[in-house]
């Protein structure tokens, strides 16, 4: 055969090889799923059984903290604004308290993440037009809370804390459906002044809340923490609120150690 024939056949083997690369690349790529799920009822593969048509499905990502080991609080760790679970994820590493972390992703895609609702910063209590997208979103993430638990019982009723957006939602969340969980921890969050009710019944019935927040926040300003904090305080609720010299908007260490402490004591009661 001649020397032009051997390089056809050279170039049309290499051809060969290159689409079969691309073909196993392609198909490693859409089997290699990472570990955010869907809800499914059992495990079947079939969709979970909505308690009402607008019984929402999220995305979400679980990990394990600490010694896991048997039947594990759980946790469940709203992210913010432009976030998602992969990445609010990190912010539970390390964490020697062994419970179960679920990490809903909010619904709406928002640059390189997700987005609970539409927001206009700084934020104030004041804003008024925020207060309709809050219940909407406290909502669904109520009712994720509601199926997750189901699903997946536990003996203690779960916590929840969230950063920003997911700050403001801890607080509907304690507020709107606080059967749904033994304890609330806002970071850097807040609720719109005609969210909070004149006033409440069994305040006992709702959970404790921990809030936290830097005093340079610029995007949600302390002030619009603390005045949440003061009005659900007034209504009878159990709460702490805790701010932090110089820090902006931001959850820094010692926020997060804060955080973990508050996990570690609900954790290790009885």
């Given at each position: 055969?001649?020397?032009?024939?051997?390089?056809?056949?050279?170039?049309?083997?290499?051809?060969?090889?290159?689409?079969?690369?691309?073909?196993?690349?392609?198909?490693?790529?859409?089997?290699?799923?990472?570990?955010?799920?869907?809800?499914?009822?059992?495990?079947?593969?079939?969709?979970?059984?909505a308690k009402s048509q607008s019984s929402p499905?999220?995305?979400?990502?679980?990990?394990?903290?600490?010694?896991?080991?048997?039947?594990?609080?759980?946790?469940?760790?709203?992210?913010?604004?432009?976030?998602?679970?992969?990445?609010?994820?990190?912010?539970?590493?390390?964490?020697e308290t062994p419970v179960k972390v679920v990490?809903?992703?909010?619904?709406?895609?928002?640059?390189?993440?997700?987005?609970?609702?539409?927001?206009?910063?700084?934020?104030?209590?004041?804003?008024?037009?925020?207060?309709?997208?809050?219940?909407?979103?406290?909502?669904?993430?109520?009712?994720?809370?509601?199926?997750?638990?189901?699903?997946?019982?536990?003996?203690?009723?779960?916590?929840?804390?969230?950063?920003?957006?997911?700050?403001?939602?801890?607080?509907?969340?304690?507020?709107?459906?606080?059967?749904?969980?033994?304890?609330?921890?806002?970071?850097?969050?807040?609720?719109?002044?005609?969210?909070?009710?004149?006033?409440?019944?069994?305040?006992?019935?709702?959970?404790?809340?921990?809030?936290?927040?830097?005093?340079?926040?610029?995007?949600?300003?302390?002030?619009?923490?603390?005045?949440?904090?003061?009005?659900?305080?007034?209504?009878?609720?159990?709460?702490?609120?805790?701010?932090?010299?110089?820090?902006?908007?931001?959850?820094?260490?010692?926020?997060?150690?804060?955080?973990?402490?508050?996990?570690?004591?609900?954790?290790?009661?009885?």
């Open positions: 055969m001649s020397d032009q024939g051997k390089r056809h056949i050279s170039r049309r083997q290499t051809g060969i090889w290159a689409l079969f690369a691309i073909l196993l690349f392609s198909y490693f790529q859409c089997d290699n799923t990472n570990s955010t799920k869907v809800a499914k009822d059992q495990d079947t593969g079939s969709p979970p059984k499905q999220l995305a979400y990502e679980e990990m394990f903290t600490g010694a896991a080991d048997g039947d594990l609080p759980v946790v469940f760790a709203i992210h913010g604004l432009g976030s998602k679970p992969s990445n609010f994820r990190i912010v539970f590493e390390g964490m990490l809903p992703q909010a619904p709406t895609a928002h640059n390189n993440g997700f987005s609970w609702f539409t927001v206009r910063v700084p934020l104030r209590e004041s804003q008024h037009t925020l207060t309709p997208d809050v219940k909407r979103a406290a909502s669904i993430v109520c009712q994720f809370i509601d199926d997750y638990t189901e699903k997946h019982p536990s003996k203690k009723n779960p916590m929840v804390t969230g950063f920003s957006q997911g700050g403001i939602l801890s607080f509907a969340v304690a507020l709107t459906c606080p059967s749904s969980v033994a304890l609330s921890i806002p970071v850097a969050g807040m609720l719109p002044a005609d969210i909070i009710p004149k006033q409440i019944d069994l305040p006992a019935n709702y959970p404790p809340v921990y809030a936290l927040h830097g005093e340079a926040d610029d995007i949600i300003p302390v002030e619009a923490g603390r005045k949440t904090a003061t009005a659900l305080k007034a209504l009878g609720l159990d709460v702490q609120f805790k701010s932090y010299p110089g820090v902006v908007h931001h959850l820094t260490i010692p926020m997060q150690q804060d955080v973990f402490a508050k996990i570690k004591e609900f954790a290790m009661k009885p």
